[in-house]
């Protein structure tokens, strides 16, 4: 009887033991929390939206991406903007102008497929 509650002693101050140690073996990492997350109001709108006007803005988040390369407009700046046939499209950068004047009926073909 007076070994068996020895050992359930020992055992007890054992476990105390590992979680001090537990406890004192991580106490420096408190810093490792989770990285905050993006300020951004809008977390699927690309930051390069911001810095046009509130109307460019509406069509841009209308025509989604760039008829030429397709990229997401405004995930590389404030996406341009060409005047095609009278028609305002939007590219996600300027080398994408030249190419959509060579054939402005094909890619915008991509974004109505879209
Ligand atoms: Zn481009």
Same mark, same amino acid.
């Given at each position: 009887?007076?070994?068996?509650? $020895?050992? &359930?002693? =020992?055992?007890?101050?054992?476990?105390?033991?590992?979680?001090? /140690?537990?406890? &004192?073996?991580?106490?420096?990492?408190? *810093?490792? #929390?989770?990285?905050? #997350?993006?300020? &951004? #109001?809008?977390? !699927?709108?690309?930051?390069?939206?911001?810095?046009?006007?509130?109307?460019?803005?509406?069509? #841009? $988040? @209308?025509? @989604?991406? %760039?008829?030429?390369?397709? @990229?997401?407009?405004?995930?590389?700046?404030?996406?341009?903007? =060409? !005047?095609?046939?009278?028609? *305002? =499209?939007?590219?996600?950068?300027?080398? %994408?102008?030249?190419?959509?004047?060579? !054939?402005? /009926?094909?890619? $915008?073909?991509?974004?109505? @497929? *879209?």
């Amino acid at each position: 009887m007076k070994t068996f509650q $020895l050992m &359930s002693w =020992v055992s007890r101050a054992f476990c105390v033991g590992v979680l001090l /140690a537990g406890i &004192s073996g991580c106490g420096g990492g408190s *810093e490792t #929390a989770t990285p905050p #997350a993006s300020s &951004s #109001a809008n977390p !699927d709108e690309p930051p390069g939206l911001a810095e046009l006007s509130a109307e460019d803005h509406q069509l #841009a $988040l @209308a025509q @989604a991406i %760039c008829p030429v390369s397709k @990229a997401k407009l405004g995930s590389m700046g404030a996406p341009p903007k =060409v !005047d095609v046939d009278g028609r *305002e =499209v939007f590219i996600c950068c300027e080398g %994408c102008r030249e190419e959509l004047l060579k !054939d402005p /009926a094909g890619y $915008l073909a991509n974004l109505q @497929a *879209e």
